[in-house]
């Protein structure tokens, strides 16, 4: 199957600062990518879609001023948590696809565990 | 807004037996269900689902979409311990961005 890679896999930060996590798709041109995140335990939350080269599309009750997404390549959308709080900590996920007039299935980056101390 | 619910949320069985995890949806425009398999990290893709009655099938696991119950089952026979995972459904819904809705999850613990 294609290849997401998601980076860091791992961050820790202070409170206030701000984070910026990499979606890359590697073999494909992912038209599509979603934003994830993802309590212990539980289902992935979707935050957002992007779509390349337009403004990202927020899921009800995400503060789009707090989670900065951009999608500027085929190849690269990023996800900037700003001014990081600890309830910020999570498990957050990148999901891409090609958009085509017949579906085709999202493939998955290893995730990013984001820790605010 | 679209929901997917998925039971059980957690089942425990032991090597060998044969389990059926179901997902049921509500959904404005349906496109495609999706199953995906997680284990610690990102969720790896199983079978995709577009049309009903016709069984995808991949070695011990298989899975089927009845788009009139708007159901569908992912069925794995003979588990393994290696089948331990939450098991995640979701739905592609039409509109401008063909966004991919979660379950919650089934959390199945194989035991040997």
């Known amino acids: 199957g294609a290849v997401v890679s998601q980076h860091p896999s791992r961050v820790i930060c202070k409170s206030g600062t701000s984070v910026k996590i990499e979606c890359r798709s590697l073999?494909?041109?992912?038209?599509?990518m979603f934003w994830y995140r993802q309590f212990p335990k539980k289902s992935l939350m979707l935050m957002a879609t992007?779509?390349?080269?337009?403004?990202?599309?927020?899921e009800q009750g995400v503060e789009k001023d707090k989670f900065l997404i951009n999608h500027a390549s085929l190849t690269l959308s990023t996800l900037t948590v700003t001014s990081a709080h600890p309830e910020d900590s999570s498990f957050y996920i990148c999901?891409?696809?090609?958009?085509?007039?017949?579906?085709?299935?999202?493939?998955f980056g290893q995730g990013t565990r984001l820790t605010v101390v | 807004e679209d929901k997917v619910v998925q039971s059980p949320l957690s089942l425990v069985v032991h090597e060998g037996d044969t389990v059926t995890l179901n997902c049921s949806y509500e959904?404005?425009?349906?496109?495609?269900l999706l199953w995906y398999k997680q284990e610690k990290k990102a969720p790896t893709f199983l079978f995709m689902l577009?049309?009903?009655?016709i069984e995808k099938k991949s070695g011990r696991l298989s899975s089927i979409l009845d788009k009139k119950e708007l159901f569908s089952i992912l069925n794995i026979t003979a588990t393994q311990t290696g089948d331990s995972a939450i098991y995640l459904c979701?739905?592609?819904?039409?509109?401008?961005?063909?966004?991919?809705?979660f379950g919650k999850g089934t959390l199945l613990t194989v035991n040997p």
């Open positions: 999901s891409a696809r090609v958009r085509r007039q017949v579906d085709t299935e999202a493939f």
């Open positions: 073999d494909f041109q992912a038209t599509t």
């Open positions: 992007s779509n390349e080269g337009s403004k990202a599309t927020y």
């Open positions: 959904v404005t425009n349906f496109r495609s």
């Open positions: 577009t049309s009903s009655g």
């Open positions: 979701a739905i592609t819904s039409g509109g401008s961005n063909y966004k991919l809705t």
